[in-house]
């Protein structure tokens, strides 16, 4: 059984103790007393709970609650128990391997659809398709299901059999299709492009065990396509294994150069990575993206190159995750995963921010803006240190990466705030609208380009298709966010038609982070005119910020 995040059990003993008026300290329930008789009067609180509180728990179920409430207690949000089956979730994130079909599916109108067909996968190959909804899977009804139920059923051994029954967009009949599941591999890297003259792009998504191989495949395509410059898109990365860290990080950086140290409780588990091999891309300027949910494995690349003055760093502070956490194993396939060692960068940073337990990726602040995007835009209260980087720019410790240059996307005006208002109470509705407009879309033009405009008509169109959804609002309202509407039908009208590799590079323009560091790239022919190009811009406020809480 999964277990809920709870403090039942604390706040159980707790009460007992309370309304006993001190009646357990005054029979020896005080800090002398053994771990035994503590582990007695545990036994006995849930005794009592099982069999004679109020509504029915079973023992299995309060021993659950009291490890999680205990874990919770900590107030360390990454120390967690995990069932099997969230070990099982984990490990396949860490592989980027799975037996599966290679379809990515979400809820769209009370049933799990197909939202992207992944490349050279059984899905594509058996001719799936953007949009078909699942009727049935291995001839049970898919009506209703989570999107982790349909997950469960679709995923299984490789070279096993799984039936479907899908109903597709302009086909009146249901389609049936018998797929072989095959080992679906996670790209870490799945976009790479050229992004301008002589700037490569390449999007770093995750940190699995073959992150390393397959940026250095990236680069060296890049290369190959004349890239004199490198941009490594971070954003939105939460990270991974630590070991691939230090890997993607050793990439850049000279043999022998550190790239981060851990220190444990035990000062004997204490360790310092360094590089191992020589630099692979000497002479490659490099721009860091982050944001405020690259974390981990990503904060520490980012802290590496940025304390060696091998890479700048724009974007939002990160999100400030300078803990290394291991995984012990317990009976039952269970796994408690533990916070073991605290990490700093070769500077001696430590950027750990302090977050509410059960708080993981999320912002922690109210945010004081929208973005153009919908997104919320919270200012850095964060107490920093200073620190000095090789050359000697200051950078700063106390709670993730503060980029070198704070670049935000635009915020929204009032016309989009007020339309962010109007749909954001139907948030599920506007997905399923917007989805199942750009299907039929992109379905009745079959000669669409990648280039393709949005038009005074398909906007009518789709705010039609709104109304119709019960996302209601006035036209007005409506028009007042047109720059955000237009930006949300092309990547969708893309994805469905092109893939997401498309949808991607549409949204490059509108991408203030991304063309700033294009614009920066190209007028630096070196590393070191490319730091001096940071420095010259105008003091972000973030970094203004820091300073001043030095």
């Given at each position: 059984?999964?277990?809920?995040?709870?403090?039942?059990?604390?706040?159980?003993?707790?009460?007992?103790?309370?309304?006993?008026?001190?009646?357990?300290?005054?029979?020896?329930?005080?800090?002398?007393?053994?771990?035994?008789?503590?582990?007695?009067?545990?036994?006995?609180?849930?005794?009592?709970?099982?069999?004679?509180?109020?509504?029915?728990?079973?023992?299995?179920?309060?021993?659950?609650?009291?490890?999680?409430?205990?874990?919770?207690?900590?107030?360390?949000?990454?120390?967690?128990?995990?069932?099997?089956?969230?070990?099982?979730?984990?490990?396949?994130?860490?592989?980027?391997?799975?037996?599966?079909?290679?379809?990515?599916?979400?809820?769209?109108?009370?049933?799990?659809?197909?939202?992207?067909?992944?490349?050279?996968?059984?899905?594509?190959?058996?001719?799936?398709?953007?949009?078909?909804?699942?009727?049935?899977?291995?001839?049970?009804?898919?009506?209703?299901?989570?999107?982790?139920?349909?997950?469960?059923?679709?995923?299984?051994?490789?070279?096993?059999?799984?039936?479907?029954?899908?109903?597709?967009?302009?086909?009146?009949?249901?389609?049936?299709?018998?797929?072989?599941?095959?080992?679906?591999?996670?790209?870490?890297?799945?976009?790479?492009?050229?992004?301008?003259?002589?700037?490569?792009?390449?999007?770093?998504?995750?940190?699995?065990?073959?992150?390393?191989?397959?940026?250095?495949?990236?680069?060296?395509?890049?290369?190959?396509?004349?890239?004199?410059?490198?941009?490594?898109?971070?954003?939105?990365?939460?990270?991974?294994?630590?070991?691939?860290?230090?890997?993607?990080?050793?990439?850049?950086?000279?043999?022998?150069?550190?790239?981060?140290?851990?220190?444990?409780?035990?000062?004997?588990?204490?360790?310092?990575?360094?590089?191992?091999?020589?630099?692979?891309?000497?002479?490659?300027?490099?721009?860091?993206?982050?944001?405020?949910?690259?974390?981990?494995?990503?904060?520490?690349?980012?802290?590496?190159?940025?304390?060696?003055?091998?890479?700048?760093?724009?974007?939002?502070?990160?999100?400030?995750k300078g803990s290394v956490q291991s995984l012990f194993p317990l009976s039952g396939g269970n796994f408690l995963k533990m916070t073991t060692a605290k990490w700093y960068t070769p500077v001696g940073r430590s950027i750990q921010k302090e977050h509410r337990a059960g708080q993981e990726m999320a912002m922690e602040e109210q945010p004081d803006a929208v973005g153009a995007d919908g997104m919320p835009v919270a200012a850095d209260t964060t107490k920093r240190v200073p620190y000095r980087t090789d050359s000697g720019r200051t950078v700063f410790g106390g709670g993730g990466i503060v980029p070198d240059l704070v670049v935000r996307q635009d915020t929204a005006n009032a016309a989009e705030k007020a339309f962010f208002e109007a749909a954001s109470s139907k948030a599920a509705k506007f997905q399923d609208a917007l989805f199942s407009y750009a299907v039929a879309y992109e379905r009745s033009q079959p000669n669409l380009r990648p280039d393709f405009a949005i038009t005074p008509e398909m906007r009518r169109a789709f705010y039609d298709r709104l109304q119709a959804n019960g996302v209601t609002m006035s036209w007005a309202v409506y028009q007042g966010a047109q720059r955000f509407i237009d930006a949300q039908l092309t990547e969708e009208i893309a994805r469905s038609k092109f893939g997401a590799a498309v949808a991607a590079r549409r949204d490059d323009t509108e991408d203030r982070v991304l063309q700033e560091a294009i614009r920066l790239l190209q007028g630096a022919p070196t590393q070191q005119a490319l730091l001096r190009a940071v420095q010259r811009q105008p003091q972000s406020a973030v970094r203004q910020e820091a300073a001043g809480r030095r």
């Open positions: 059984m999964k277990l809920k995040r709870t403090v039942v059990a604390p706040a159980m003993v707790a009460g007992v103790a309370l309304v006993s008026g001190g009646w357990l300290l005054q029979n020896g329930v005080g800090g002398q007393q053994s771990v035994f008789q503590r582990a007695r009067i545990f036994d006995e609180v849930i005794n009592y709970v099982e069999s004679r509180y109020v509504e029915p728990h079973s023992s299995a179920d309060l021993y659950e609650k009291a490890v999680e409430g205990m874990l919770t207690e900590l107030g360390d949000p990454h120390t967690t128990f995990m069932s099997a089956e969230e070990y099982e979730d984990l490990h396949r994130q860490t592989t980027g391997e799975y037996g599966g079909l290679g379809v990515q599916i979400s809820s769209r109108d009370g049933w799990v659809t197909a939202v992207a067909i992944l490349p050279e996968t059984p899905a594509e190959a058996a001719g799936m398709r953007v949009g078909d909804r699942f009727l049935e899977i291995d001839g049970q009804t898919a009506e209703g299901l989570t999107d982790d139920q349909a997950v469960r059923r679709l995923k299984g051994p490789a070279e096993s059999n799984v039936t479907l029954k899908v109903q597709r967009v302009g086909v009146a009949q249901p389609i049936s299709f018998t797929i072989t599941r095959k080992v679906i591999h996670l790209k870490s890297v799945p976009y790479v492009y050229m992004a301008a003259p002589g700037v490569g792009y390449a999007n770093l998504i995750m940190f699995s065990e073959t992150s390393t191989d397959e940026l250095r495949a990236a680069i060296d395509t890049l290369r190959a396509q004349g890239a004199r410059s490198l941009i490594l898109d971070m954003r939105s990365n939460p990270g991974g294994l630590l070991d691939q860290g230090v890997g993607v990080s050793d990439l850049f950086l000279p043999r022998g150069q550190e790239i981060l140290e851990t220190r444990a409780r035990d000062p004997r588990e204490s360790e310092t990575y360094a590089a191992r091999t020589p630099e692979s891309y000497e002479g490659l300027t490099v721009a860091v993206l982050v944001d405020g949910f690259s974390a981990s494995a990503a904060e520490i690349v980012a802290g590496a190159l940025q304390d060696h003055d091998r890479a700048v760093v724009l974007g939002t502070t990160t999100y400030g």
